[in-house]
């Protein structure tokens, strides 16, 4: 035969081959969708890709709904309850001092005691609250924690000239409480506020409907409808068992999906309405309360010279019950409240806040009168009926609700997790039937054509 | 118990990043450190204003009259429970005690003792030695603590007998009210801590200086050059002199008597540059009343009373002086 190169040219009349057109090499690759075995591999293809997605989409859908919920109870929730915590042991505190400074020179031991229980209480919440919080609410943990020592050596250096019968214990305790109320509760305050935000954000994060996963689970449904219809015309048999395992496999799995994610959503719903809402309400009231009750004190204590807690103490309980005694926080809390122990709990508080009122207006008519001792006794002396007594009811009354509602809560937020249990091994489970169920059905048909 | 989502995992793994790519972005575990700006300055008193406003021009100043001279008194004191009828003593023995406005916050003037519960002080036992001429028992008596705003209104409309509160007279004042005769002769000076080295106001131009809102010695501070910083109540003053927030508190020596007294560590310098003569307050419309304290007063002057009062009270301004001379204008 010669060179390669002369047995080319020795074939006359052939031109040279062309190069191959794009379009020619596109069919040639798609060659075998023209024809069935071809195409149902396709399809499969297609389906089991359509259900692996739509599984892990559901399967890490479920699984960060499951974190969020937790981090709900374990960590916002909680987080509500350190800064609720804060709030309130710095309002105590500064009532307590308050009122130990009306027992003359030698405070009550169990005020000290509830005093010293504050500052422990609000250093504590403080570093929970510190340590969970970031951004600009953290710089408010940083001012109280600033602050806190100063306002201690305040109260102390106040205490120290009380026993002493100087009165210049009492600027130290109006300076303590100024720092008080112009710094320490404002910043409380703002804690507060950021971790009952907080709360609601990670409460509708937890709550999202999955749009995703279930468009996904719609296409693979569909995906799977048309692979049936195909394999119908093709083999004129009327149903594929394989694909009929799946396609109910898929439709279990976006039902569990939808029904497990609106059940979490309206435990969530009701952790809210049920729970920290009323908490909230019931907290707030309970801070008032405490601040009317510094108030009172301080008008006292100032000996003539307290307008202005007069005053604050008007605005804060009218804060607390309205103008009218049933309104204000009290009644937005009565209002909300959706069982009988909150809504008892609230009566009574709004029972003991009317009656403080009356008592602090014999109070107020026995001070003015110049009766001080009098107006004393009233306040701190013995009997249930004294401002402090009544009190003391209020803010116990307030204190069980909150307790109780702090409970419904976490019971609600337990149950949105528990709405979602069995989901993730569920959801493998049925992906593993989506998948089997169509390679099985659909491997079948194929290898009918080899 | 992981191994039974082995499974799962595996599928979760696979896809997390493709389902999650947009929503996720977390990467708080490596950012740097917060850097936060805490207030360090001292607490400051409720109320307090630095600088303070300083009042408006000093009251007209320019009228002839003698704030000291009061009315005199008609013979000698009635005994005890025998006032002549008709009269206001009349009516305070009638109702069986009398009702004195007080201070319960100026110590050593009239304050309440921590340890008691009761008013004490200079003016206290002024007002229980009248009661003792009225009733024969100091006792018979009613203290209503008042604010020194309210010192003219509660003796104008009559919820008080009389005012002994630290009371200047002025000829402002003597168109609302009567006055007894001087019974404490007070002027502003200055307190200072003892290791200051400061002894007059004129060292204080340039430096901060506490006194009570909305009083007189705010003016005279201001006008001596000195920073004035305004408190609600004069203790508030002592409480910033202790932290270092001022230099020097400056109003009349009564008070600072007061001030001066609950800390060894300040003391009273100066010479007095006001004149604060004080006096008991009693409503126009009792002009018998007044007499009558003044013949109180002249008996206490010249017993020995007033001296011990003195010595009793306000011993850290020095020993007891010769007590004020009475003036009369009738």
């Known amino acids: 035969m010669g060179s390669h190169g002369s047995a080319v040219a020795a074939v006359p009349g052939r031109s040279v081959v062309p190069p191959p057109r794009p379009w020619t090499v596109l069919r040639r690759m798609t060659a075998p969708l023209s024809q069935t075995p071809g195409r149902l591999t396709a399809i499969l293809a297609g389906v089991v890709a359509l259900g692996l997605l739509f599984g892990a989409t559901a399967l890490v859908g479920v699984r960060q709904r499951a974190d969020l919920v937790r981090g709900v109870t374990v960590r916002s929730g909680e987080l509500l309850v350190a800064a609720q915590n804060l709030y309130r042991a710095l309002s105590d505190a500064d009532a307590i001092t308050a009122s130990a400074f009306l027992s003359n020179g030698l405070e009550p031991p169990e005020l000290r005691e509830r005093y010293q229980r504050d500052l422990a209480d609000a250093a504590a919440a403080l570093t929970v609250v510190s340590a969970a919080t970031d951004g600009r609410s953290a710089s408010a943990a940083a001012r109280i924690a600033a602050r806190l020592p100063v306002y201690s050596g305040l109260v102390e250096t106040a205490r120290t000239y009380n026993r002493q019968g100087l009165p ?105 309405d049920d729970g920290s809402a009323q908490m909230n309400l019931l907290a707030e009231a309970r801070i008032a309360g405490l601040q009317a009750r510094a108030d009172e004190a301080l008008t006292l204590v100032a000996r003539g010279n307290g307008a202005a807690f007069e005053q604050h103490y008007v605005v804060v309980m009218e804060q607390l019950a309205g103008a009218d005694g049933a309104g204000g926080l009290l009644g937005e809390a009565l209002a909300a409240a959706s069982d009988q122990p909150t809504r008892q709990a609230v009566e009574t508080a709004i029972a003991q806040s009317t009656a403080w009122s009356a008592a602090h207006r014999q109070v107020r008519a026995l001070d003015d009168r110049g009766e001080f001792t009098e107006a004393v006794r009233a306040t701190i002396g013995p009997g249930d009926q004294t401002t402090a007594a009544i009190f003391n009811r209020l803010d116990e009354a307030l204190a069980q609700a909150i307790t109780y509602n702090g409970e419904r809560f976490e019971r609600k937020a337990t149950s949105a997790g528990r709405a979602l249990t069995g989901a993730d091994v569920g959801f493998v489970v049925l992906t593993i039937l989506i998948l089997a169920g169509a390679v099985v059905g659909m491997q079948r048909r194929i290898m009918e054509y080899r | 118990m992981m191994s039974r989502h082995l499974v799962g995992r595996l599928l979760a793994g696979l896809l997390t990043v493709v389902v999650t790519a947009g929503a996720a972005g977390c990467g708080a575990d490596d950012a740097a450190l917060p850097d936060y700006q805490v207030p360090a300055d001292p607490p400051r008193p409720v109320g307090m204003r630095d600088p303070a406003v300083v009042p408006s021009s000093a009251p007209n100043a320019s009228e002839s009259c003698n704030p000291r001279a009061s009315l005199r008194p008609s013979g000698a004191l009635p005994p005890p429970r025998q006032m002549p009828p008709r009269t206001a003593m009349a009516r305070i023995v009638q109702r069986g005690r009398l009702v004195v406005g007080v201070d319960q916050n100026s110590y050593q003037f009239g304050f ?79 307190l200072v801590t003892r290791s200051s080295g400061i002894e007059s106001i004129a060292q204080l131009r340039g430096k901060k200086v506490c006194a009570a809102d909305g009083s007189t010695s705010i003016r005279n501070i201001a006008e001596a050059g000195t920073i004035p910083v305004s408190v609600v109540n004069w203790t508030d003053c002592l409480v910033l002199l202790q932290q270092n927030q001022v230099v020097a508190v400056s109003t009349d020596d009564s008070i600072l008597a007061g001030l001066a007294a609950q800390d060894p560590n300040t003391q009273v310098v100066g010479p007095r540059f006001s004149d604060e003569p004080y006096g008991i307050a009693i409503a126009k419309t009792s002009p018998e009343l007044v007499r009558f304290v003044n013949a109180v007063l002249e008996k206490i002057r010249s017993d020995g009373t007033w001296t011990r009062l003195y010595n009793r009270w306000l011993r850290s301004l020095g020993p007891a002086p010769a007590p004020p001379k009475a003036q009369y204008r009738d």
Not at chain 1, 171 to 199: K, N, T, V, W
Not at chain 2, 121 to 140: C, V
Not at chain 2, 142 to 167: E, H, L, N, P, Y
């Open chain 1, 168 to 272: 210049l214990g009492v600027a130290y305790l109006q300076e303590a409480s100024g720092l008080m109320r112009d710094e320490l509760l404002p910043a409380a305050r703002e804690l507060y506020a950021a971790a009952s935000a907080e709360l609601d954000a990670a409460r509708d994060r937890a709550a999202g409907f999955p749009w995703i996963a279930t468009l996904l689970g719609l296409t693979t449904l569909g995906a799977l409808v048309l692979a049936q219809l195909y394999l119908t015309r093709r083999t004129n048999r009327l149903l594929n068992v394989g694909l009929l395992v799946s396609t109910g496999a898929a439709v279990l799995l976006l039902g569990w999906l939808i029904a497990s994610a609106v059940a979490a959503a309206a435990y969530l719903q009701a952790s809210r």
């Open chain 2, 112 to 190: 309440r003792d921590p340890l008691t519960g009761e008013l004490t002080g200079f003016d206290i036992d002024i007002a229980r030695e009248i009661a003792r001429s009225l009733f024969g028992d100091p006792d018979k008596i009613q203290f209503r603590a008042i604010s020194s705003a309210d010192r003219i209104k509660v003796v104008k409309d009559g919820t008080v007998d009389m005012v002994v509160r630290t009371m200047t007279m002025n000829c402002e004042r003597w168109r609302e009210v009567s006055f007894s005769t001087e019974y404490f002769t007070a002027g502003q000076r200055i």
